[in-house]
């Protein structure tokens, strides 16, 4: 007699398996493959989950690639030797998992590597990730309604590539990847004359500009630690960036002594750098450009899944304009109609955030919502509630399209931790709203998501990388990095010393033995 029993499980367990693609195995993709398992089992039963990366190791960024192409050749990382963090490691963690003991409160690159690959091996996540795996495209194939995706994967030491299906995919390829190249005036003559022009994300070694006539373009963090790597080391160094009031989302940071700040550049024509106010230089020959890196996502363009344009953005069809993806629920799903909905999901897109958290927070958004579609609202629903988004922002008087996938920094409507709260905060409350309450990875009744230190700490990142950089100055990074970490070993321990460190600050700003810096 057949086991009618065994069958009808064996049914269901059939219909209830997922195949879930993660593309990208730095902080967006492990955060998401962690909050994938962080489901409980009889939620994920039948799964089977796979995670592409294409270098040889987890990291993302943060795994070096010491000798950079040359251009048009694009590097795999703009990791360079000095790079570390540009702010405090406890903010770019995951959810009570921190980095060791006693690592320097700006941590150097290696420390964050290290970082990725124990979160890796901590929480078992080894066995999903199929390491040097490109995903060449990523197509769905069906309707509105039901279809899968098809990934075209390319193994690299196999040289094979195969056609995968899926039903559920993640993108975290990252958004430090296409360096932008402003369409400077004269830029064809600029090149003719011998002069060079090259992008932030080829930066290796500072002494490749000794002796140089250099202008550093952009006011970013790129712009701030190339101005600060080549000093020294160039003959003259104009930083060429807007002032906070020409470009409130600019950072602001405060000149560098030796460094001529300098506005927009106009022209390169005759080889002469003509700035916005009317200056030029004729003696410049290098122009490093910290301009930043337009969003762009290969894989899935060439799959007609997001189409790159230059204008505005239809309501309806997923694009990318360089700096926005469009239209997504909270920078993380797709509202695309021509795929179901909780059928593609985005992670890592923000830019200026607390990493660890918000790509954790977007990674159980997508976890909670694969496993129960059900709590996902009805499209329009999500779609009104992006509109309304980007009507503050536009109240406020930025470009949605131009402000982007910009969190944090304490600035634009629904950014950092405002009065509303975190934007990860929101992205978990709406498990929350939804009866989530208390499951892994969602905080009970009267907790928030992000915990109040990573609160605290956040409102005063920007004094925390100065006076770390002014202390290391003055006492010598060894002795300064002792004093301050020698026995710290917990999240609350790094707590204590980040409001140490601000109250030491505090105190400095207070008696003028440091200029104020202005706030970004
Ligand atoms: C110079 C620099 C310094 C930074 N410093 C800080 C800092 O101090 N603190 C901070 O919080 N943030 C910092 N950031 C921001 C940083 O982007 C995030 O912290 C985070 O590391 C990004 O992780 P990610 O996973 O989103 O992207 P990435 O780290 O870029 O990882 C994406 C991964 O996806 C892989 N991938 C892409 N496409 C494919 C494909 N088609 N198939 C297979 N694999 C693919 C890539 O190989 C890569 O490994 C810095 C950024 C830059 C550029
Ligand atoms: N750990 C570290 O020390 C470190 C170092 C570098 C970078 N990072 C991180 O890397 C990410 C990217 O930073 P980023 O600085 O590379 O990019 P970014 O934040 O996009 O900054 C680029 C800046 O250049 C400006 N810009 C663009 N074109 C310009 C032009 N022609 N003239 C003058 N200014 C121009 C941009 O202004 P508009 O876009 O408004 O036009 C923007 O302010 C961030 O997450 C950052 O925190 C960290
Ligand atoms: C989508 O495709 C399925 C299967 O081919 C079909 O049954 C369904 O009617 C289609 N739906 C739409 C909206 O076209
Ligand atoms: C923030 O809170 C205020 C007051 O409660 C409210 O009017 C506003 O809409 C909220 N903003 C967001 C982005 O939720
Ligand atoms: C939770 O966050 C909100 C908004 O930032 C804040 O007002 C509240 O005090 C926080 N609650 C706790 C328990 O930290």
Redesign the pocket.
């Known amino acids: 007699m057949v086991n009618l029993r065994f069958l009808t499980a064996a049914l269901l367990s059939v219909t209830v398996s997922k195949r879930i693609a993660i593309v990208g195995m730095g902080a967006g993709g492990i955060s998401a493959l962690k909050a994938l398992l962080a489901l409980p089992e009889e939620m994920r039963e039948g799964w089977e989950i796979v995670a592409f990366e294409q270098r040889e190791e987890v990291g993302g960024l943060w795994l070096p690639q010491m000798d950079a192409p040359s251009p048009p050749e694009i590097p795999e990382t703009p990791l360079y030797p000095d790079l570390r963090t540009n702010g405090p490691h406890p903010l770019m963690t995951i959810p009570h998992f921190p980095f060791p003991p006693e690592t320097p409160l700006l941590a150097p690159h290696d420390a964050v590597l290290r970082y990725h690959q124990d979160t890796v091996s901590r929480f078992g996540l080894a066995r999903y990730i199929r390491l040097q795996h490109v995903v060449l495209c990523a197509a769905w194939v069906g309707n509105s309604t039901v279809g899968h995706w098809n990934l075209l994967v390319e193994e690299h030491r196999r040289a094979t590539t195969s056609s995968l299906r899926f039903d559920h995919l993640i993108a975290a390829p990252g958004v430090n990847r296409t360096p932008r190249y402003p369409d400077f005036d004269g830029r064809v003559e600029w090149l003719v004359t011998g002069k060079t022009i090259i992008h932030c994300i080829y930066f290796r070694d500072p002494r490749a500009f000794s002796g140089r006539n250099v202008v550093v373009v952009g006011g970013g963090p790129s712009g701030w630690d190339m101005v600060r790597q080549i000093v020294g080391h160039a003959r003259t160094i104009y930083w060429s960036r807007d002032t906070k009031e020409e470009n409130p989302l600019s950072p602001g940071w405060p000149s560098v002594p030796g460094v001529l700040d300098k506005p927009r550049i106009s022209s390169l024509a005759g080889g002469i750098v003509t700035f916005k106010d009317g200056s030029s230089l004729s003696c410049v020959d290098t122009l490093l450009l910290a301009t930043g890196y337009d969003l762009r996502i290969p894989f899935l363009t060439s799959g007609g899944v997001l189409a790159e344009v230059d204008g505005p953005q239809p309501a309806d069809e997923l694009t990318t304009n360089g700096r926005y993806v469009h239209p997504l629920y909270e920078h993380t799903l797709s509202l695309d109609p021509t795929h179901p909905l909780g059928t593609l999901y985005f992670v890592g897109l923000i830019l200026y955030n607390p990493t660890g958290m918000c790509d954790y927070a977007q990674g159980l958004f997508a976890a909670y919502t694969i496993a129960d579609p059900r709590l996902l609202a009805p499209r329009d629903e999500l779609y009104a509630s992006l509109k309304a988004r980007e009507r503050q922002i536009l109240a406020e008087g930025f470009d949605p399209a131009h402000y982007g996938h910009k969190v944090g920094y304490g600035y634009g409507p629904t950014s950092g931790?405002?009065?509303?709260?975190?934007f990860e905060?929101l992205l978990v409350d709406y498990l929350r709203a939804r009866g989530l309450t208390g499951r892994p990875g969602i905080p009970m009744e009267?907790?928030?998501y992000?915990?109040?230190w990573r609160?605290e700490s956040w409102g005063h990142g920007l004094d925390l990388l100065f006076a770390w950089n002014a202390g290391e100055e003055r006492e010598g990074a060894r002795a300064w990095n002792m004093r301050w970490t020698r026995g710290r070993r917990t999240e609350a321990d790094y707590a204590a010393l980040m409001r140490e460190v601000s109250e030491w600050w505090d105190g400095e700003k207070a008696r003028g033995g440091e200029t104020p810096v202005e706030e970004a």
């Open positions: 931790h405002g009065a509303n709260g975190s905060d009267g907790m928030n992000t915990e109040p609160v």
